[in-house]
């Protein structure tokens, strides 16, 4: 068993709230995550899944407990991880290669070497014709891909992944998900992947955080093993259907699902 290389220990999130009861995002969240591990958070709208990736990512202050990344506390936006949210955030006066570089621009002088990673990362998504197109150029899920080639250029061992296919078509979502598994996989990172989708969730996951709201917590911890995940296919498979099940029954037996459960609070 190799050392955590993210540890969320005992993760509590308060937001306070002018004139309003302060808000309690997430309590006593508690996971560690091993290298080259894929895990999801999944759960609904509110449940603190975007509180605790900001939290690993330092974007977000814990009101108690603690992140630590490659055994570091976390306590600012640190620079060796590569993020990415569900909007895809480029610079509309940016090209595509110049959007992936810009990642390395801040990090200091770059190097051709650097600018034939970006290119190469552009290629093994698609892009390769798009190098020199404008972010309005492109699709939303050509965006994405863009944005994702960015958070891995300056090659991070962990990569924070915000519902990056929230906004997309089921077809251009399917791409994406193989395109992250193959990616994330070949290279050995360590993924955070938050997500509502269950399909997703199973198909991209070596373990499932189920989450769930008012307040958010971890309720349980589902390891996911499938025997290939380069194809789709793998989903009609009865293993795909036997965790699509659980997952169902769990987030229905804790109120998340079934007649107007959303509704109850
Ligand atoms: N900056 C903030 N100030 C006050 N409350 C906040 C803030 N950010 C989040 N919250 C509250 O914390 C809770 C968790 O929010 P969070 O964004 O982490 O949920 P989520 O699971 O990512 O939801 P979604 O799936 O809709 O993105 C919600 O009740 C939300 O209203
Ligand atoms: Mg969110």
Redesign the pocket.
Known sequence: MSAAIIRVSDLTKK?S?AARED?L??TEVNFDVVPGEFISLL??????????LNCIAGLVAPTQGYVEVAGERVKSPSKSLGVAFQEPLLMDWRTSLDNVMLQLEMRGKTTPEQKAEARRLLASVGLSAFENAYPWQLSGGMKQRVALCRAMVHDPAVLLLD?PFGALDVFTRDQLNLDISRLARSAGKTVVL?T?SVPEAIFLSDRILV?T?RP?KVVEDIRVTLDDRTSLDVRGSAAFASYERQLYALFEAEGVLGNQAMYRH
């Open positions: 937001y709230r808000a995002a997430v759960g609904p709208s509110g449940c603190g899944k975007s509180t605790v519902e938050v509502h989450m709201p958010g």
